[in-house]
């Protein structure tokens, strides 16, 4: 079911699915990208093993109300703060969190600021260092020749049109593509376009985003004293967030579990969905609540 709720001083679009008598899944979904990007059947697959799934568009993004920055700066805690907002409107006292790249970072925000609210923690191909704010880079790892070749060409030809806006993303998506599954492009150009479609130019949304992660504190030194059971999801062939960091973040947090899968890179392919579920799951009924 879709709806709209007010929380913490903007309206978030968000999609519930399930018996809201069974226990919550929260899925925080990362920089620039809409809450539908959480893959269908993964949803489909949490839903029918017992959970309420919620997943919805973080401020700035697809539906959700979109800010101005300048006047109303925002940081990863503050949406934490929306993420917790929007349980409230749901009547959701206590939720596992799982959150995706930028979501991951959101839900170690949310632990730590609301640990009464999370049952079970879950970080997919995220981090915990800082982003250096100069560069744009994640303190401690090298940016990938790739992306920075994207980057430059983006820099060079900035898109124009949403022909142009789609390819760039299609460009970045097979960057992003680990060995796991081979790069489908046909697909892919059609979730761009329909995530395009639903929600205009990402522009806004990637600028503000990035504005927030890099005005974020830095973790590193705050997650050890985080409580709920952890999960680290982690592809081994990241090129935006490498490996090194989700065994890192993994490192950071007393008592928590990685998952390696093995050639995935910073994107959910179909074929890594039953893998990234049945984690998930076990990571759930293993905290038995």
Same mark, same amino acid.
């Given at each position: 079911?879709?709806?709209?709720?007010?929380?913490?001083?903007? #309206? $978030?679009?968000?999609?519930?699915?399930?018996?809201? !008598? &069974? %226990?919550? /899944?929260?899925?925080?979904?990362?920089?620039? *990208?809409?809450?539908?990007?959480?893959?269908?059947?993964?949803?489909?697959?949490?839903?029918?093993?017992?959970?309420?799934?919620?997943?919805?568009?973080?401020?700035?993004?697809?539906?959700?109300?979109?800010?101005?920055?300048?006047?109303?700066?925002?940081?990863?805690?503050?949406?934490?703060?929306?993420?917790?907002?929007?349980?409230?409107?749901?009547?959701?006292?206590?939720?596992?969190?799982?959150?995706?790249?930028?979501?991951?970072?959101?839900?170690?925000?949310?632990?730590l600021e609301h640990?009464?609210?999370?049952?079970?923690?879950?970080?997919?191909?995220?981090?915990?260092?800082?982003?250096?704010?100069?560069?744009?880079?994640?303190?401690?790892?090298?940016?990938?020749? #790739? $992306?920075?070749?994207?980057?430059?060409?983006?820099? !060079? &030809? %900035?898109? /124009?049109?949403?022909?142009?806006?789609?390819? *760039?993303?299609?460009?970045?998506?097979?960057?992003?593509?680990?060995?796991?599954?081979?790069?489908?492009?046909?697909?892919?150009?059609?979730?761009?376009?329909?995530?395009?479609?639903?929600?205009?130019?990402?522009?806004?949304?990637?600028?503000?985003?990035?504005?927030?992660?890099?005005a974020s504190r830095?973790?590193?030194?705050?997650?050890?004293?985080?409580?709920?059971?952890?999960?680290?999801?982690?592809?081994?062939?990241?090129?935006?967030?490498?490996?090194?960091?989700?065994?890192?973040?993994?490192?950071?947090?007393?008592?928590?579990?990685?998952?390696?899968?093995?050639?995935?890179?910073?994107?959910?392919?179909?074929?890594?969905?039953?893998?990234?579920?049945?984690?998930?799951?076990?990571?759930?009924?293993?905290?038995?609540?």
């Open positions: 079911m879709e709806q709209w709720i007010e929380s913490n001083g903007v #309206r $978030l679009w968000c999609e519930t699915r399930g018996n809201p !008598a &069974d %226990p919550a /899944i929260l899925l925080v979904m990362g920089l620039g *990208a809409q809450g539908t990007a959480w893959p269908e059947d993964l949803c489909e697959m949490l839903r029918g093993e017992g959970h309420y799934v919620v997943r919805y568009d973080n401020r700035d993004t697809g539906l959700s109300e979109r800010v101005d920055y300048e006047a109303r700066p925002y940081t990863l805690t503050d949406l934490a703060d929306d993420a917790v907002g929007l349980l409230d409107g749901l009547g959701i006292e206590t939720a596992h969190v799982v959150g995706a790249s930028m979501g991951g970072m959101i839900a170690q925000e949310i632990a640990p009464g609210r999370v049952r079970t923690l879950t970080a997919v191909m995220s981090i915990v260092a800082a982003i250096d704010p100069e560069t744009s880079t994640i303190r401690g790892s090298e940016r990938d020749p #790739r $992306l920075l070749e994207w980057d430059a060409r983006q820099a !060079a &030809d %900035p898109p /124009i049109t949403e022909e142009q806006h789609i390819q *760039a993303r299609v460009d970045l998506a097979r960057i992003l593509t680990g060995s796991l599954t081979p790069f489908d492009e046909t697909a892919t150009r059609r979730i761009i376009a329909r995530e395009s479609a639903r929600a205009g130019d990402t522009t806004h949304t990637m600028r503000n985003h990035i504005l927030a992660v890099t830095d973790r590193s030194e705050l997650v050890g004293s985080i409580t709920a059971p952890t999960l680290v999801i982690h592809g081994t062939e990241d090129p935006m967030a490498p490996f090194e960091q989700g065994r890192a973040l993994a490192a950071a947090i007393p008592g928590s579990v990685l998952v390696p899968i093995e050639g995935m890179g910073h994107t959910m392919p179909t074929l890594a969905l039953p893998l990234i579920a049945s984690a998930i799951l076990q990571h759930t009924n293993r905290a038995g609540l």
